[in-house]
């Protein structure tokens, strides 16, 4: 129960920063924690459910005074956020953002941090399909990745300190190159994320299979796919419009492979299918080795395993 | 504990027969359960696990004397299967199978059923990402859906005692066109895998980006995929092989809607992006409300929600 900030402003209380007030509050993180959220009923139920020991409704009173500012707003509105709260943040305060892009947030927020504060990007690559002050949960950071891309002038005293936060909240800290990270989360989370929206989308409108017929026999597959399609829409909207050009070059070679497995099936070439469907599975393998997922079967989702006998 | 049959013939012995032997064995289904797998190793552990009170090392003898006789090989192995075991069949029996696909079935089976005998096509909707002897479990079925697409001379009395066993087993039936069926499951579970499987196909390929950081940083989105593209390889080649038309003609309208997305990227068309993702969550609810899944966050994978305050 170390204090690690005095005081903790959070911009933006969805499930990241409700997530983060938990989880401060539980490690005795934070000596206060205040909060800003455009809505005024977030704002009541931040309030309500203990998140914040302070509300306010702009941004700029909220980082007063705060040693710790974390940006937890849609990618497309850190640039705003940003210039209405440079006049008032305090000298030597970090401000860091959880966004999932970095690059974008990086030209959005750096141009607006004044001399004496340091600004450090990080991304906690945690989540569930829910949103909202009252989705967040204090264990959601618990073994999973927050990376953070310092910038070349970053303090590295400021570093430490902000890392020393977020493991105590339970994550592992990495650090990465901001262009590099938009990369690689193109590839694990951006364009996943797309294809599962597309393919909800292509069921949504068949004409031949009724919507009612697809919702009661969603078992196995589709299920999954709906629920990373029921993710945040502005969220994802601003991720697929700043990362544009990696998610455009991974979809690029999704099409070309989607388009070879294609015309395998149509020139049934069960060989092809075959060797493609066994390599994949050992990299299904190498994620549970690496910790970042139950093994048990079907996410452990259906009734316990072996329970039946 | 009724004994719906006296004797249940399990041809092939992976997940589904696996979990049927546990499911009539916890529910006193069978009189007796024997099976056939071509594999020494699987028909041994048949035996040590008790799943089976017989084994046999051909289909054609395990079939003898059985009043139901399950096809659980992948949907390329049934003609074979059927050809041998149809001159040894009981007057009488029911035949029934747990292909994911039911017209190809129906085409490589029905031609080998002799008179006096019923064949009445299943699919199970349920499984897991495992397979083998050893990946059954009592409870697969539990509330979930076993589409069987009688044929237009099924005797009602053999369909109703079948369905008998399945609704004990815990599943939910239903009847369906065969060819319906198809185009069904075509969008909510064959498509959706050949997605999954291209999309971890592609990561694996990456140049940029390591296979071990997409490991590493594999959370939110890519996992998902990961676990459906871990599903048996021998099965899904039969699945893509023998409902060609039906994918093939779903791929093509994922790949269009998949484009106009890209474009709507690629033209910084947020609007359009927003109302897409909006109208995909609703759809999610649907599956929630009508019982097809957890509404647990994240599958209810992660440490339980709301335990860190």
Same mark, same amino acid.
């Given at each position: 129960m170390t204090v690690i900030y005095q005081r903790v402003a959070l911009i933006g209380l969805g499930l990241i920063a409700s997530s983060m007030a938990h989880a401060m509050r539980a490690g005795g993180l934070a000596g206060e924690i205040v909060g800003h959220a455009k809505s005024a009923e977030t704002r009541a139920t931040a309030l309500e459910i203990g998140l914040c020991d302070r509300v306010y409704a702009s941004a700029a009173e909220a980082v007063e005074g705060a040693d710790l500012v974390v940006l937890a707003v849609p990618v497309g509105a850190m640039a705003a956020i940003a210039a209405e709260i440079s006049p008032h943040l305090a000298e030597g305060a970090t401000v860091t953002d959880v966004g999932s892009v970095k690059q974008a947030v990086i030209a959005a927020v750096q141009p607006h941090i004044p001399a004496g504060?340091?600004?450090? #990007?990080? =991304? *906690? @690559?945690?989540?569930?399909?829910?949103? $909202? #002050?009252?989705?967040?949960?204090? /264990?959601?950071?618990?073994?999973?990745?927050? !990376?953070?891309? #310092?910038? *070349? %002038? /970053? %303090? #590295?005293?400021? !570093?430490?300190? !902000?890392?020393?936060?977020?493991?105590? @909240? $339970?994550?592992?800290?990495?650090? @990465? %190159? *901001?262009? =590099? =990270? %938009?990369?690689?989360?193109?590839?694990?989370? =951006? /364009?996943p994320h797309l294809i599962a929206y597309t393919m909800v989308g292509v069921a949504d409108h068949l004409a031949q299979v009724s919507n009612s017929e697809v919702i009661e026999y969603s078992a196995s597959g589709f299920r999954d796919f709906t629920r990373i399609a029921a993710s945040d829409p502005t969220m994802w909207r601003d991720v697929f419009l700043t990362n544009k050009d990696a998610v455009l070059d991974i979809l690029g070679r999704f099409a070309e492979e989607l388009f070879v497995l294609q015309r395998a099936i149509r020139m049934g070439d069960g060989e092809h299918l075959f060797d493609y469907f066994t390599r994949t599975r050992a990299i299904r393998r190498g994620i549970i080795e690496a910790g970042q997922d139950t093994s048990a079967p079907d996410f452990g989702r259906v009734a316990p395993p072996k329970a039946g006998v």
């Open positions: 504060v340091q600004f450090i #990007p990080g =991304h *906690p @690559m945690a989540g569930t399909e829910f949103s $909202g #002050p009252r989705s967040g949960f204090g /264990t959601l950071f618990v073994n999973r990745w927050w !990376l953070l891309t #310092p910038l *070349p %002038d /970053t %303090d #590295p005293a400021a !570093l430490e300190r !902000l890392r020393s936060l977020l493991i105590a @909240m $339970g994550a592992k800290v990495n650090e @990465m %190159d *901001p262009a =590099h =990270h %938009d990369q690689v989360l193109a590839v694990v989370s =951006h /364009t």
